[in-house]
């Protein structure tokens, strides 16, 4: 398809276990972001890439959460040690460029579960 | 103080009915992009309209359409004829220079708009 794509959609994992969420952007988007979307908190800012660079990961909760993007595709946001306060959806978003004017296009997002 | 301000927790209109969704924005930096997402209940977040800090005229795409205040930092979404298919979250957000780039969109809590029949 065309659309930025999600994989799981649904994630179901027990508390401690790690976590692998994947996004493949829109062919030829350079820039890539992941949002979490929680009950009360809103959409927060994660971590976005240029290329395979992070230039701003100031939205990352804890050390437990990293991300990381190569050949300037596919991203990959993983989760160590889950707890259950990380139970949320995961968007991912690409966009041409990083430019202030660009949309941002998203996926349909990572249900992930913590029991 | 918030980036994004959305102010109306929830608005209900009629259908066929013009409803105004409202945003206000604070930021210093006069190069800013403004945008409108909506998320129906599915959970898709879709991206409807645009509006650059140094556009001239008010954004308008279809049935959407942006009134925006500059001096005010208002960017309203205006959604004429409403539709039953307009039920949704809608999201005011904000791209901003952070640094020597501009990265992430701000978003505002959102609005939950419901179209009656």
């Known amino acids: 398809g065309a659309g930025v794509s999600q994989s799981p959609s649904n994630k179901v994992t027990e508390k401690g276990k790690d976590v692998e969420l994947r996004c493949d952007p829109i062919s030829g988007h350079t820039a890539l972001y992941w949002y979490r979307q929680s009950l009360g908190q809103g959409l927060e800012f994660l971590i976005y890439f240029q290329g395979n660079s992070a230039p701003d990961k100031s939205g990352l909760p804890s050390d437990r959460f990293s991300a990381e993007r190569t050949g300037g595709s596919v991203s990959t946001l993983t989760i160590q040690r889950t707890q259950q306060e990380d139970s949320a959806v995961y968007l991912c978003?690409?966009?041409?460029?990083?430019?202030?004017?660009?949309?941002?296009?998203f996926g349909d997002g990572t249900r992930l579960s913590i029991l | 103080a918030q980036k994004i301000t959305q102010t109306q927790p929830g608005m209900f209109v009629q259908e066929k009915e013009a409803v105004t969704l409202d945003c206000t924005y604070d930021?210093?930096?006069?190069?800013?992009?403004l945008f409108w997402y909506k998320q129906p209940s599915s959970g898709e977040m879709i991206f409807l309209i645009y509006q650059g800090s140094y556009d001239q005229q008010n954004a308008t795409e279809g049935r959407y359409s942006l009134n925006f205040q500059k001096a005010r930092k208002s960017a309203n979404l205006v959604i004429s004829a409403s539709q039953l298919g307009d039920s949704a979250m809608y999201f005011c957000a904000m791209r901003e220079r952070d640094g020597t780039s501009y990265g992430k969109l701000t978003f505002g809590q959102g609005t939950i708009l419901t179209v009656h029949p």
């Open positions: 978003a690409s966009s041409f460029t990083s430019g202030p004017h660009q949309p941002q296009h």
């Open positions: 930021t210093s930096d006069p190069s800013y992009g």
